[in-house]
């Protein structure tokens, strides 16, 4: 049957509606898009193209960080970055992690000014981590110090005595993959552990005593463990001032940085959702616990990521 000349119009105009209605649902679309991955993305990495105040998080147990070492080298060569704050809350953890920050603290710290704003926590190498910088920041009731390395490692060689596994090994010289949990340390072992200890140690007092101008008299009568509030740590010259982040705005405006710029934080691009460890730490201990990735992020919470840390570790156990 032939349309009518009407019909054919009211089509066409039907039509022409159809098609405007879904270029605007495409283009709000759009827009939602790159506004989502402004908000996402954009303060992960800095997320302004005017001068500002960078703010970094460093929280919960500390291991090697290829992404935080990337980011705080991209802070460092961004020119709309004046000052950066080091917002600390950790109990420490591996030896080695701390030293990898720290350094690279220092690098950022020779070309912009930077303060540690401690939370709740900043103990050995959280606290190693905010010596690093140029002035310490610390609430009256932050834990500080607990300055010193350790080695822990488990004997378990009275339970396989009690379920009658017996191990037998062949090594090359006595101290080879000493010490082993199979089996009790002799005194040569323990040597040699502690040469390990008191070497890292030394170079742990010595940075804090180079960082916090003290004589290295001074710096080992505060390196016996100890942990100190930020009232002690302030009285014992671990930090240098008592307050929160506006105090540490106050120290940057000292040194040349607008008090009033904006303070953006650069997240982790790689992870989101606060106090939580490596991401390569959580897939490793997840999987070893056969975790999903989501279920390995608990871990941290409940403290148990430290119990898989290897090696040197500057960690304060509560």
Do not use: C
């Amino acid at each position: 049957m032939a349309l009518r000349a009407d019909d054919l119009i009211d089509r066409r105009r039907l039509r022409r509606k159809l098609t405007f209605w879904r270029g605007v649902a495409v283009a709000i679309v759009a827009l939602g898009v790159v506004a989502l991955a402004g908000w996402f993305y954009g303060e992960d990495l800095g997320g302004s193209s005017v001068d500002h105040i960078a703010k970094v998080r460093i929280e919960g147990t500390i291991t090697e960080d290829e992404e935080l070492i990337k980011r705080l080298e991209t802070i460092r060569t961004s020119s709309q970055v004046k000052g950066v704050i080091l917002a600390i809350d950790s109990p420490g953890g591996t030896t080695v992690g701390g030293e990898s920050i720290y350094e690279e603290v220092r690098k950022l710290a020779a070309d912009k000014p930077v303060v540690a704003e401690v939370g709740t926590l900043a103990a050995s190498a959280g606290y190693m981590i905010a010596s690093a910088s140029d002035h310490i920041v610390a609430r009256k009731t932050s834990i500080v110090g607990s300055i010193g390395v350790l080695i822990q490692y488990p004997d378990v060689s009275g339970l396989m005595d009690k379920v009658g596994i017996k191990l037998e090994e062949v090594k090359s010289s006595p101290l080879k993959a000493a010490p082993s949990p199979f089996k009790p340390t002799n005194d040569d072992e323990r040597a040699m552990v502690r040469k390990l200890i008191l070497d890292s140690y030394d170079w742990f007092v010595g940075i804090v005593a180079e960082r916090r101008k003290m004589t290295r008299e001074q710096a080992l009568a505060l390196a016996d463990g100890s942990i100190f509030t930020g009232r002690q740590g302030l009285a014992n010259g671990l930090i240098d001032a008592v307050g929160g982040e506006s105090v540490a705005i106050d120290w940057l405006a000292t040194k040349g940085v607008d008090a009033k710029l904006k303070v953006v934080e650069w997240k982790d691009t790689e992870r989101r959702g606060g106090f939580l460890f490596s991401k390569a730490m959580a897939r490793s201990v997840g999987g070893a616990l056969g975790l999903s990735d989501a279920d390995s992020d608990v871990l941290h919470e409940i403290g148990a990521d430290r119990l898989f840390l290897d090696g040197l570790v500057s960690v304060w156990h509560p």
